[in-house]
């Protein structure tokens, strides 16, 4: 049975203390939640170390890795690295690192392919522009997403995977997708899991919706079938709001 998730994407905020807060903050309201959905955070680098001591029920992410294993790589980060410092999950196609970092689909195989190879657990984020939704092109992007970004993984792998669908109009604007947008384009990538791989890898991926996901919009966002949970940026950084999304299911 695939597992509800909700992931903090902390992105480039919080200084170390700040986030060490966050963190404690975290654990502690984690403890008390209603449900049995896993709760995961992604702060910066820099602070995975040091929150990894702070955190037992909640878990590790980073919001990026390397393509490469080490080497002359010039501050590059290598999945080694995270897993030294207790990560168990990475952040990997998040739309930033596609649109500023110029990560394309082919790179993204690399990092989730070595990720992999390394126990690191990908969360996979794929989403359209407005443009392409607009002009009836939003399917063909995901569909290229997905089967380049994850091309040549076996059956085994996709068991470690996690899918977000993070619609670049929705990110921190406030804007959030409806639940019938959120769960036709969940409906197409789980459709499209059984086509490239196999039944059983679409009925166990955990498929996230992320954009603008507030405690306040999350519950009917979660309700829909193919919704197992979110992916959260700015809502993320007050303990009780994340929580307040963790606890909406
Ligand atoms: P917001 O929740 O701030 O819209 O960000 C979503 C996101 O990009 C999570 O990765």
Redesign the pocket.
Known sequence: MRKKIV?G?W?MNTLLKDGMELAKAVESLEKEKSSDTLVIIAPPYTHLSRVNDLIEGVKLSAQNCASEESGAYTGEISPDMLVSVGVEYV?LG???RRAYYGEDNELLNKKTKLALSKGLKPIF?CGEVLEERESGKLFDVIREQISVGLAGLTKEDMDQVII?Y?PVW?????VVASPDQAQEMHKFIRDLLVELFHQEVAENMSILY?????PSNAAELFANPDVDGG??????LKAEDFLGIVNAY
């Open positions: 992931a994407n992105k952040i998040h739309s930033e984020c977000a993070e929705a990110i921190g604007t406030g992320g954009g603008s996901c507030k992916l959260i940026g700015g809502a993320a």
